[in-house]
């Protein structure tokens, strides 16, 4: 059975419902497909222990607050239900269960060939995300199979990994998280960190966020010249939600105990390079620390705030002994290697040219050279936090009425 639509939304999760809701709101009539449940990756591909890393009060999307500031940081189970709720009393038309399997070019529509026959479209907005495929390094493969491998987002806690050490991959947020919490365990932890961004949780009496919202960093464009590649791969913050607010960086882990090596460059066997480059990715990280400081700082100066000075978040913590160059895992009584080393995108499923060499979409703020194709959820879309979820509400607004423009509010498929 073939069914038509104005516009079709691929991907059930925040970026698809804050779509769906925007595109309503303009008069686009419009359907959402989720190959699962509501919010799917929120409940099948993140650890339990998962808190959202901005505060409630920035998880909103078009038309509702989901959280208030008093509830701290969601977790990733209880952000999953809020968005089914959303869902429901917005009255968003999604369907579930659903996998799309091809989307082609039809002239100047599309069709989205799916488990469930086929659709229709006169517009498509891909709302996949950002974190769709485990990126594994491909020298994963040269590993030894003694070592048992997982990504992140197969990882429920530390009790069910073997028996023995772990070595985590990766220092963005996830990895640092991951390396605190299998520390904890009492497992010995080597975490192997590239680049990143040394972030405090709380600056000058506020929580970071407060600060990053109201001088309008999160607000600024993305730099232009950039191609989505090169955008995808900005490091990212090293921080923690939590109640009690505490900080997290590769000195505290340190002093807990973790191994912080440089960054993981391939294999032999059970032998692991470490490349001698710590010091090198510390300093980046420092340094877009202090940019980021500065920037908050000239803000509050500005607006004349009141807000107490902090220079201890200026100091350095002090100095690393890395681990580096070719380490036998084995040796060391590592059985565990476990991925924290971001995500890549998989469009295998578009099939006519929409990718560029890379493989990522070729878009501009969410407007692809595709003639009717949109994409809305990934990171510096449009602005600095086009892949949060206060963020992608945001660009769904932004882009409706562009869509809608395109369309016509009231030429409906049926009358076009």
């Not at 369907?95 to 498509?124: H, N």
């Not at 878009?363 to 086009?386: I, N």
Request: net charge neutral.
């Amino acid at each position: 059975m073939t069914q038509f639509i104005d516009c079709l939304i691929i991907g059930g999760g925040q970026a698809g419902l804050a779509m769906s809701r925007s595109l309503l709101d303009a008069g686009i009539e419009n359907v959402v497909l989720e190959r699962g449940s509501i919010a799917n990756r929120w409940r099948t591909a993140r650890w339990p222990s998962l808190r959202l890393l901005t505060p409630g009060w920035m998880t909103r999307l078009p038309g509702q607050q989901l959280a208030g500031r008093e509830e701290g940081f969601l977790r990733a189970g209880d952000l999953a239900a809020r968005l089914q709720d959303y869902a429901a009393g917005q009255g968003l038309p999604v369907i579930e269960k659903i996998d799309v399997l091809a989307l082609e070019k039809l002239g100047d529509r599309f069709r989205a060939v799916t488990s469930r026959g086929s659709w229709i479209a006169r517009s498509v907005v891909v709302a996949t995300g950002a974190c769709d495929r485990p990126r594994i390094p491909s020298w994963g493969r040269d590993l030894s199979p003694s070592l048992y491998q997982i990504a992140s987002t197969q990882y429920r806690g530390a009790e069910q990994l073997p028996q023995g050490g772990v070595l985590v991959v990766g220092a963005s947020a996830t990895g640092v998280q991951l390396g605190s919490e299998i520390a904890a365990s009492g497992r010995k932890t080597i975490l192997a960190a590239g680049s990143h961004v040394r972030s405090p949780r709380r600056y000058r009496g506020r929580d970071l966020f407060d600060w990053l919202d109201a001088s309008g960093f999160l607000a600024e464009p993305n730099a232009t010249g950039r191609s989505p590649a090169q955008l995808m791969a900005q490091p990212s913050m090293q921080l923690i939600g939590s109640d009690d607010n505490r900080e997290i960086d590769l000195y505290s882990l340190a002093r807990r105990g973790v191994i912080i090596a440089g960054h993981a460059s391939g294999a032999l066997g059970s032998v692991v390079g470490f490349a001698d480059d710590l010091a090198r990715s510390l300093g980046l990280g420092e340094r877009r620390r202090q940019r980021m400081l500065s920037q908050i700082d000239a803000f509050i100066g500005s607006a004349g705030i009141d807000a107490p000075e902090d220079p201890a978040a200026r100091q350095n913590t002090g100095l690393l002994m890395p681990m580096n160059g070719a380490i036998d895992l084995a040796g060391h009584g590592i059985s565990t290697v476990l991925w924290a080393t971001g995500y890549r995108r998989d469009y295998s499923w578009i099939h006519f040219d929409a990718c560029d060499a890379d493989g990522e979409l070729r878009q501009e703020g969410g407007l692809c050279d595709t003639p009717g194709l949109y994409v809305l959820g990934l990171p510096f879309m449009r602005h600095r936090a086009s892949s949060f979820i206060d963020g992608v509400g945001r660009d769904a607004e932004a882009l409706a009425p562009v869509i809608a423009a395109r369309l016509g509010a009231s030429d409906t498929l049926q009358a076009a």
